[in-house]
């Protein structure tokens, strides 16, 4: 069997999480090929070095660039702060290798469609890692909207929040830099936008509130660092296909570790879905007979889709990482032709990144906005 | 002891847990005056009988009007269908009479502003049924956060969703008279917009999206008739005191039988309340070991206000019924002066119908509206 | 209509619930007669006074047996500490009443078999507050097993645990008092035998370890005294129809107020019934797809018996008094001959205090016993 | 870095796992060696190839004696059906490898407590897969009754159920071997058994009652076979330090797909945890305000032991095969002394069989047993 070989380009949280997927890729799931972990990049020779040796990479490196080049390296995984995403990629598409890049793919949407228009024009296949997508229950979810047995969409209320910032004593970082894009709502709200869009569709209109509420962060440095991107947001939606809703995001939402939640209303039948307990999906479905009517507590099974690869049995539960492993192995499967691209690539990532702008758009300007305008602003 | 005779008009789903609540009051608190059930009015002498002997009413009418002008009613009771409201008020304040009205007070602001300078005019006391209040974990969540144990509210997102409309086949009804109203945004969202106001305070500022799903229903008589009212709303919220949120409010939430809830999140710690389990308050707060840091979920018990006068056993649950008695109690503690009022009065019910219909204008002219401008033009 | 005058004897936790009870339930349930709070006993003429006041009787006395002579008293309520029951129930079937008794009827199987065959040598009508048997949805769970939808019982995991005996400072009471009988078994146990037996059938067999956690509690007057009756208790259990399963009962379970539940498990699906969330009952059928294979959640709603006439909307919630204010018009249905007794009665009580008595012997004896046997021996 | 060669025996639900568990051990914890997937055997060559390729082994066999014989392989892991567990063990010891094996260990206590004292005199190193107890929930459970936080044990109530033979026409399987030992008690119960010691601590004495619902199942050959092992078990426990509790196991309870849960009592405070949420425990603490009391939800979160190796972000979830990977994380850190060992040894695994012993001899004999003395007849 051939073996696909995978150059990671940073070794933090999403650094970590992507290698254990691409390792655990090939026995979760019957690939054509085996991923392989062969080069790791960092900021430096020791910190890569000590990153490989843990994760298990054949090679280590401090230089991203000698890693893009490398010619043992047949795909570019790129898991470095934010902005330095669009320079990356960039390379990567001139050396024409597959290219793997966690989201938010940029700071803005123009940075992003650029880089989907240049990957396009050199054939490189692109994918953007919005894992939640690869919940089996997400699809789950997906597949009941458009059987159309829940019926027509009638509203969607979307949730990203988690509490990693309510502290004001917590450091100022790359998150918070502006020229890294947004604050909450790129770095959540682009989760939950993803989410909206894979299980009801794109997002037409909507008109946004957002705010910093602690206003200042401490240096590393020691200093005082004033805040300039957004603490909390939320968006009233339009669907292109009618349905309407809202969105959420906040990084101050205190008591909150992963609340990414939705509760989509159908006409004849509901959906609740949150990834505090990603194991359990809730649905309803009109015409039960009213002395046993309620909603149904659904467990992931080896009945739902890329779980059985992991556990034969029932409701013994997938965890965080086993959903980013999910992620890889597609990416694998579309690079293979085993199976068609689920997972978002660059065109995609800059639609949900076109929907993150026009929030912040709506917030300043004060009235509704068309994500249509936005993106076509934007250069789509 | 002093009784107080209760005049009750009307004998339907609110009607019957009025006449409920009146009964028990007695029993659960220590009033100096005990409710005592007079007179019951109802559209036709006979159903009035007939309610009259269920509930536990010495006498029975049917003509309101008699019923006001009886000199045995110290206080006038009024739950017929929203339309009939403001009339009635106007005849019981005429009356010089304690009056207390179901929710919605009135179809439009105008109006509920114009029987509250009425009834002070007069000096009549009145009071509005916004039952949720009365939840003993609402006064909780309430006093956790005058305190200023968990900060300056930084979120809030209520909601009020169910599904009594959800069926399409389900009768055009009174609620649905566009000249009683809004629909759910005046129905359910006055609730959610009345808790919002007694645990956060004032909204300011709002924008808000609004739809009619279902757009004709079949009728009584065995037509069909437009639906000329809202199905779903959903409003971007500013608070007074600088907090910041969004409210919802839909009867055709699919599944959703009681969907009352709110969660708080304040910069030291925060509040999830759901009316699903009213007995239950969840509430985080910052600076927990992190090893044991979580969300403790609160019973109610005696410690909290009203349980006790019920059980003197923490756990044993409230119902719907209970808040309603805790309410009327209120309302008696208010006319004996052994309390100040809690149960909003008819300036507050126009305060919070000035906010449904600021959702409505926000929604028909797209774009944000100030809910003092609504309340100042409606001639608060 | 005619009147049902209640005399009810004590005016305590069980007191005030009857009371409400009593008084609610005409407007709940259309019933023949109406109950009517006539006259209300308890320890001396003061303290009766104050309670019949604050809970709407018409008369007080402090002699609780001229209230069960009083030729306008129709029905004795007898809600005293439990030691006193078998004296009071002895002097009501004398005087030919109708007799309404609180749970447990007395201390041991003897004495309840003995009241059980005086109350039908004299042809009184007799019921025990079992009042969780008359939540709508324990109504649910035993029709649903009746009707053999969830196929044979295999197995029943009964608990009743609260904890407020846990604290070693709370005070020796009369719930301590061996001459009453055991201590959680019979005070809690009783509950979750009572519903072992309404939705499962009689226990042929037992084997029970039981204990006392805490050895001496102090006294009201300042000293400290033993604790001669059971903490807690557990037995494994077989029944009459070869189910088997265990039973638990606990007044020192800490943190836990009000947790009554059983989850029965049945050849064709399974129930989970909660008292700490009484208005929920989750229900698991096979045969479902498994991609959305799931325990139900039910809410109580106006389908499910008793509900409607409470609110007619359905997931609003019914709390513990609502509970008794339906066994209360139970028992007005079985006197005016509405319906058939659904309310225990005595000989019911007697076989349910034999099921304690027989966790007690085989706790002391260290083996299996049969709960016929000691039915047997207590006179049965 | 050295490596440490894997040789695996069986590659089904399990082999799976641990396959999983050893590639991703070297990332998710700092080892002084790293696992190497060296060896597959299997049945035959063909699907141990199969197998090697999926999961990743360098090299695959037909013959697991072969496996046991290899030099490059440094530790052999026995994951094959329970009946062949101790002819595999002994191959091991006789080779003097470091064994790890799945549970149960062996098919009663007499043959586990031989294999200990043979891995004892061997001087060789052995690990037993009860893999529940690496859960860092379990983990923070011991850790709190061991700082006396909650005082003393009170009160355990452990259950393990699944319904995976709830189905009759489900296969009979080796899990039905009588050879192989008991049925749900052996299969489920050893797991709660195991936690309930490492939590509690051992179980002196106890009393059973066991059945099995399903009298026989089809064959895969066609016919039909008569069941000899139990499908459910109840047993009254009491452990060495005085609490007392209940111990149960099903593989018929229907619904159920992983609850292996229970609840501890203690004087100061109680524990629940629910392995069908693994990633959430509730603790309740006695001395809070009343206002506030309630059991605190404590997700799981770097905070917490192993955690963190995985998911730097709280509430992110682990999973089963997550769990698995601690585990063996655990085994290397015992062979590299880098920590004391965790999981059980042979000996731990043998006291766990003798409870599952006495369990069956309890229902057989019909009496409470003690495990000591089944301990010492099985040759302890």
Known sequence: ??????????????????????????????????????????????????????????????????????????????????????????????????????????????????LAREAEAAGVPTFVGFNYLR???????????????????????GIHAEDYMTDPKSLWTWRLDPKGGAGAVADL?????SLARYVVGPIERLCADVDTVVAERPTREGGRRPVEVDDQARALVRFANGAK?????????????????????GSKGSI???????????????????????????????????YAGFIPAPGHQLGFNDIKTIEVAEIVRTLTGAAGQRVPDFREAAEIQATVDAILLSAKSGGWVSVDGVAKDAGR
Chains 1, 2, 3, 4 share one sequence.
Not at 145 to 150: D, L, M, N, T, Y
Not at 189 to 193: A, F, K, L, M, R
Not at 247 to 262: D, N, Q
Not at 276 to 294: A, F, H, I, Q
Request: hydrophobic fraction near 45%; include cysteine.
């Open 1 to 114: 069997m051939n073996r696909l070989n995978i150059g990671l380009i940073g070794s933090g949280f999403m650094g970590r999480s992507h290698a254990l997927a691409w390792r655990a890729s090939g026995s979760t799931s019957p690939l054509d090929v085996t991923p392989h972990l062969e080069l790791l990049a960092d900021v430096d020779a020791a910190t890569a070095g000590k990153a490989a040796a843990g994760f298990g990479f054949a090679r280590s490196t401090g230089d991203w660039e000698a890693l893009v080049a490398d010619p043992a390296v047949d795909l570019v995984d790129v898991t470095t702060p934010n902005i330095l995403h669009a320079p990356m990629c960039r390379a990567v598409i001139a050396a024409g290798k597959p290219l793997y890049c966690e989201k938010p793919l940029a700071p803005d949407a123009r940075t992003a469609f650029a």
């Open 135 to 157: 919940n089996p229950l997400t699809e789950l979810a997906r597949e009941i909207v458009q059987s159309g047995e829940i019926g027509e969409v009638w509203n969607f209320r």
């Open 189 to 193: 709200g682009s989760h939950i936008i």
């Open 245 to 265: 809703g809202t969105i959420e995001a906040s990084w101050v939402a205190t008591g909150r570790k992963m609340y990414l939640a939705f509760e989509l209303v």
């Open 272 to 306: 609740c879905l949150n990834m505090e307990r990603m194991n359990e999906l809730k649905l309803y479905v009109t015409g039960r007979s009213p002395v046993t009517d309620g909603w149904i507590e659904i467990p992931s099974t080896p009945a739902h889709k890329d």
